[in-house]
């Protein structure tokens, strides 16, 4: 059965380490957007271009899902809700999800992120202190109903279904629970 496999955890944690071990086991896709971003518009986030590319690299997913392959999305996800729409694009595509939570202590990830950056600039971006701590205030780690894979709650009000909200979350993504 083709698998979605999700990275998730703040810069510096693993994640994009762990998803290459993966995707080297598994001989699987693996989609990082920070490894897009600089080549394709200079640094993280161009006005907003990082949401963009997300929502593509979420329907490229579906897309390899569909087609019977397995896929991971290198990405963090530090809402519920995006982690939840995630899962519903996987099992609108037929797929399994496995969530991959990554952490580590504070001052080890910090210094981690510093290290990416100094040695493979073209794959993250700079991050100061007060990004850190801004990154830390916005991050929701995985309640356990997400760890054990609980069924998935109803969408956030107004929103019909997971991936409408996925569709609205990030614009490029098109509805996958519908022809």
């Known amino acids: 059965m083709p698998t979605l496999v999700l990275t998730v955890g703040l810069p510096g944690s693993g994640k994009t ?16 957007p920070d490894e897009w971003m600089a080549p394709l518009f200079g640094h993280n986030d161009a006005g907003g271009r990082r949401d963009i590319l997300e929502g593509r690299m979420i329907w490229t997913a579906y ?19 995006e982690r939840y729409a995630i899962r519903a694009v996987a099992e609108a595509a037929g797929a399994g999800f496995e969530l991959r939570y990554l952490e580590l202590g504070e001052a080890q990830r910090r210094a981690r992120a510093e290290l990416r950056w100094r ?33 998935l709650p109803a969408p956030p009000e107004g929103f019909e279904s997971w991936p409408h909200w996925a569709s609205w979350r990030w614009p490029t993504l098109p509805r996958v629970d519908r022809p």
């Open 17 to 32: 380490t762990l998803a290459k071990r993966i995707a080297e086991e598994r001989r699987v896709l693996r989609l990082t």
């Open 63 to 81: 897309e390899v899902l569909r087609s019977g392959a397995s896929v991971i999305l290198d990405f963090g996800c530090w809402s519920s809700e």
């Open 119 to 151: 040695e493979e600039p073209g794959s993250t971006f700079a991050m100061s202190d007060a990004d850190h701590d801004r990154f830390l205030a916005l991050f929701q780690p995985p309640t356990e109903a997400e760890l054990s894979y609980a069924p």
